[in-house]
């Protein structure tokens, strides 16, 4: 899209932009110049989310977007529809009118082996009279699939794939996927109308993260990134759509309306294969799969290529369901034809599912250390995406009825990348009449008090804080991994000195009789001094690890390091009114309240002052302070949001490399750091000529690796 030459032109010319950013008459200048401020934006865009390798910050783009949008509202005629600014703030949608595609969006047609494959390859020889045939393979993208329309160089439409003759059109949330250009140099290759077909997706990264935050809400996680993208494009309000992070693939051109001759001269040919199809669309800006394609001569070759995807398949960071294999020339395609269903000229090359039907035999109510009941289905075990899969969580009765779940039902199950398996649905149609309603307990299933369900939570709890499970599962959770890792506790272990009477409380973590451990069997003198060593270590634990450690609710890792570094002794903590909790970074009204009460609750005082005379470490052991650190002697201040670095790891992070951290703007601070919609501090900073105004990115690379 942009040769070297061009780059390196767009660079020199943001760095002008960007120093314009800092003068205040900078819109009378930029007049003239908009459509060239404009594509300097978009360069970027591209450098981002095309090409995945942006050269300026999301701080120095934020600046220069932020100053297109000043003077767009100053000089409202000077709008067009194509300005990066035209992608957001759009605000909600009433709803997404029906609209024909230009031609049917047909399925491929599907192949499971090297068999079916020869197959498709003979009968295209057959058809074509040829003795061999040129192939093009591209990953066959797991998302959902979309239709765009570009008119006169301007993307004019998104649609669905809905029937495959009418879907909903989606403009403005295609506007959201950043990788997809509003306007796109097609009139060079003489196309007036063009209609192109690709897949939205959700990266693995990106659906991890908003799973994870469904699951701390309490809702359930989504099956797959494939449904999160289709339900993403569905979404009415266009922010929150941007806030999905949704990526495009652009893979097929299924339509172009030349320009009438002699209306404008051509610069380019149209290509005549497919693979030439996708250069032109990655030439024009869109993100093809022109880096993931393969062109081969005869079918052997295309089998290897496409059994040995499969193997790197997860290594990608977005899920594909197999490859397509497609006839690379388009007068062949063309000759080859349609049938009602499927093109002759391609076929889908499915890989191993993460698909597979079992049957649900019965349903577990486990307790959790927070007392939450969870159903965990039982199922005859099958093979997913190369694991054995027999429980899986059903989350809640809400989650049952909507996946409307019977005992004895035959159910789809999916697991895909690296996600915890789910049911997908279950089979009601292979109902036979015996299964049975999904009963929940009245009562706790271990201590057997009654259950409570407080009206805004979707589980029901058992609050006996004295019920053996809640005790069990918080030891495990205080010895786990991210807590403070005793590495050879472990549950089983956790389970067995809980039944012997050892363990009642966390504390006794800390007093186990050993002598009585030794007459066990499994318990050998090694391994009773391995695991005295590692409760010993565990007792200098930096202090975040510790208040994770104690499961206060909606306290998850980050927040424990956010509350660590707030105070300088865990009794600290109880000193705080919920007001002064909130002002801490990420903490709302509900971890605020959990907090406070947790920490002036008697019994838990009783029990950090138990610790605290155990050994435990409760204050906050100044972190190590690296002399001659890249930061010894400078000042640090952060403003506003840090996208890639908690404010307190940041922070944290200044103070272990010889930084000191400031609390305002004066001559004496170094380094302003900023983030995302920074206000005043930034402006006193921008007058102080010795700061040094740094982004979170520039601040990241000052860092010793
Ligand atoms: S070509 C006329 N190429 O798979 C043929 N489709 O199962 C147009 N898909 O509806 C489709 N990756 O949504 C093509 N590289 C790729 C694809 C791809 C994913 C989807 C597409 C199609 C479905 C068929």
């Not at 908003?210 to 993403?232: H, K, Q, T, V």
């Not at 922010?239 to 001269?265: C, M, T, W």
């Not at 307790?367 to 995406?385: D, H, M, S």
């Not at 309603?437 to 009654?450: A, H, L, T, Y």
């Amino acid at each position: 899209m942009y040769n070297p030459t061009e780059t390196k032109a767009f660079q020199k010319g943001t760095q002008e932009w960007l120093l314009k950013t800092r003068d205040k008459n900078i819109q009378a200048q930029i007049g003239s110049e908009i459509e060239e401020f404009r594509n300097c934006l978009r360069f970027h865009e591209y450098r981002y989310y095309v090409l995945n390798d942006p050269l300026i910050s999301d701080f120095e783009y934020d600046s220069l977007f932020k100053l297109l949008e000043k003077y767009e509202k100053e000089n409202p005629d000077s709008v067009s529809a194509d300005s990066p600014t035209q992608r957001v703030g759009i605000g909600l949608i009433k709803d997404f009118p029906k609209t024909q595609h230009l031609v049917p969006m047909l399925s491929l047609e599907n192949s499971y082996n090297a068999g079916d494959v020869l197959d498709f390859d003979r009968k295209a020889k057959e058809l074509s009279g040829l003795p061999e045939i040129e192939y093009c393979v591209e990953p066959k993208f797991d998302g959902a699939s979309i239709s765009l329309v570009y008119e006169h160089d301007l993307f004019t439409k998104g649609v669905t794939r809905g029937d495959g003759e009418i879907g909903d059109e989606i403009t403005l949330n295609i506007k959201q996927i950043r990788s997809v250009p509003l306007s796109a140099k097609f009139s060079k290759y003489g196309i007036e109308q063009i209609e192109i077909r690709g897949e939205v997706l959700m990266n693995k990264k990106n659906f991890k993260a908003y799973n994870d935050a469904l699951i701390e809400e309490g809702i359930p996680p989504l099956a797959n990134p494939r449904n999160a993208a289709a339900g993403s494009l569905r979404i009415k309000d266009t922010a929150e759509v941007s806030r999905r992070n949704l990526e495009a693939f652009l893979y097929h051109v299924s339509f172009i309306g030349d320009r009438k001759p002699g209306e404008q001269a051509v610069q380019h040919q149209q290509p005549a294969t497919h693979s030439g199809m996708l250069e032109m669309l990655w030439e024009l800006g869109f993100r093809s799969p022109k880096n993931e394609m393969k062109v081969f001569k005869g079918i052997e070759k295309v089998i290897k290529h496409v059994q040995d995807f499969e193997t790197g398949r997860d290594n990608l960071g977005y899920e594909i369901d197999g490859m397509v294999i497609k006839v690379n020339d388009l007068s062949l395609q063309d000759e080859l034809g349609m049938t009602s269903h499927h093109p002759r000229w391609a076929i889908a090359f499915k890989f191993k599912a993460r698909q597979a039907t079992s049957k649900l035999v019965d349903v577990e109510f486990q307790v959790g250390r927070t007392g939450a009941v969870t159903p965990v289905a039982k199922i005859e075990p099958v093979q997913v995406g190369g694991v054995t899969v027999s429980s899986i969580s059903i989350h809640n009765e809400e989650y049952i009825s909507e996946k409307d779940l019977k005992l004895g039902d035959t159910i789809l199950i999916e697991r895909s990348g690296d996600v915890i398996p789910q049911i997908v649905k279950s089979f009601a149609e292979l109902r036979k009449g015996t299964e049975k309603k999904i009963k929940f307990p009245k009562q706790c299933p271990v201590c057997d008090s009654d259950l409570f369900k407080p009206e805004e939570d979707a589980v029901w709890r058992c609050v006996n804080i004295s019920c053996p499970a809640q005790i069990v599962e918080g030891i495990i959770h205080f010895v786990s991994k991210d807590a403070m890792d005793i590495r050879s506790f472990g549950e089983a272990n956790v389970r067995k000195f809980y039944e012997l009477g050892f363990l009642k409380t966390i504390p006794d973590v800390y007093r186990l009789p050993y002598d009585e451990i030794a007459s066990l069997e499994g318990f050998g003198e090694k391994s009773i001094t391995k695991l005295q060593q590692a409760i010993e270590d565990s007792k200098t634990q930096p202090l975040n690890r510790l208040i994770y450690a104690l499961g206060i609710r909606y306290v998850g890792e980050t927040t424990a390091k956010t509350l660590a570094n707030a105070i300088t002794h865990l009794s600290d903590l109880k000193d705080f009114s919920e007001e002064q909790l909130k002002e801490l970074e990420d903490v709302g009204v509900k971890v605020a309240s959990t907090v406070f009460k947790f920490f002036h609750n008697p019994d838990n005082q009783n029990l950090l002052q138990t610790l605290e005379e155990l050994g435990i470490q409760l204050k906050n052991e100044k972190k190590e302070f690296v002399p001659g650190g890249n930061l010894e002697g400078q000042s640090f201040l952060f403003t506003g949001t840090l996208t890639q670095l908690k404010r307190s790891e940041a922070e944290e992070l200044v103070e272990k490399n010889g930084g000191k951290l400031t609390g305002s703007v004066s001559s004496k601070l170094n380094y302003l750091v900023v983030g995302e919609k920074a206000g005043s501090k930034l402006e006193k900073a921008k007058k102080i000529p010795s700061i040094k105004i740094v982004s979170e990115e520039e601040f990241i690379k000052m860092l010793p690796v």
